[in-house]
């Protein structure tokens, strides 16, 4: 929650959608850039502190929005309310309120669908798109999670994405609110193949947490910063998951379809993930997009999720260099 984590930098904006959103917002310096980062799940604003710390240290503006759902922003309990592109109008109000014509956008995670609307929605307002850990998304495309899982299962022997199954249930959010901590050592997790038979598999997630499982603390997350997580999403995961709905249940296909949405990226893109998996996007896999000023993949020397927290300093690096490089062009 930007206004308990960073309390100084912290703002709040009243949309006319109606909606609430609380946001960190520092001022870029003469000749810098302004840099908006967006969260994934479960997560918010806090997700981002190495980044906000260096990043404005350097000179950068920072804007770092507790995203819809989540921290000191609204949550409202229709899913409609998460179709991307309301959330998208939303975000280009903070950036009309905070009079930012331009800047370099970041995301991780399920954030990463919101800038890929974003990239096609209001193409003229970044400098930039970064996707951590989650690459580009087509619009107008449809997801079939049956499909999905049962193609990783072929592939590589189980199921990858069973735990959406559980996140789009009634019930999900009062579940994760019951057992977070149990919840939070499976999600940042010390050991990343955690995952592989705790959150993957159908079935795998509601089990761990229903048996009140606990895992290591992972090394990147410190007691301190684990407690300041659950003071932000603690007893809020219900409205957080209400992100996924829209991806499992298309709900944002017509809208994309009916805008007529290009897949395209008119900005430079780099895609950032650890080098385990970053062959797995070569430019070559990317031919059914058009990233028409190129596109920069990345791999940083870490196994998790959590780029942002794990690899900290190294994100930071390639983050600084690439908008540099963007600067002198």
Known sequence: MAHIAFPRNAKSLNLSSGHTYAYVYIPAQPNKATILFLHGFPSSSYDWRHQISFFANEGYGVLAPDLLGYGGTSKPASTAEYKAKKMVAEIEGILDHEKLQRVHAVSHDIGSTLLSRLANYLTQRLLSCTFLGVPYSRPGSHFDLDAVNAMTKNLLGKEKFGYLRLFVEDYAG????????????????????????????????????????????????????????????????????????????????????????????????????????????????????????GLTIKGVSTRGHWLQLEAKDQVNAILKEFFEQEAST
Not at 200 to 223: C, F, H, K, N, V
């Open 174 to 293: 009062n579940l994760l609110d019951e057992h977070s901590d149990s919840f939070f050592t499976l999600f940042y997790p010390a050991e990343a193949n955690l995952w592989d038979d705790h959150m993957g598999p159908t079935g795998s997630m509601e089990a761990w947490l229903r048996e009140d499982r606990q895992a290591p603390l992972a090394s990147y997350i410190t007691s301190e910063e684990k407690a300041m997580h659950q003071r932000i999403l603690g007893g809020n995961h219900g409205t957080a998951l209400k992100w996924y709905h829209p991806l499992v249940y298309n709900m944002n296909e017509q809208d994309e379809i009916d805008s007529a949405l290009a897949n395209q990226v008119a900005r430079p893109v780099l895609m950032v993930f650890p080098f385990s998996t970053a062959d797995q996007y070569s430019a070559s896999e990317s031919k059914s997009i058009e990233f028409a000023n």
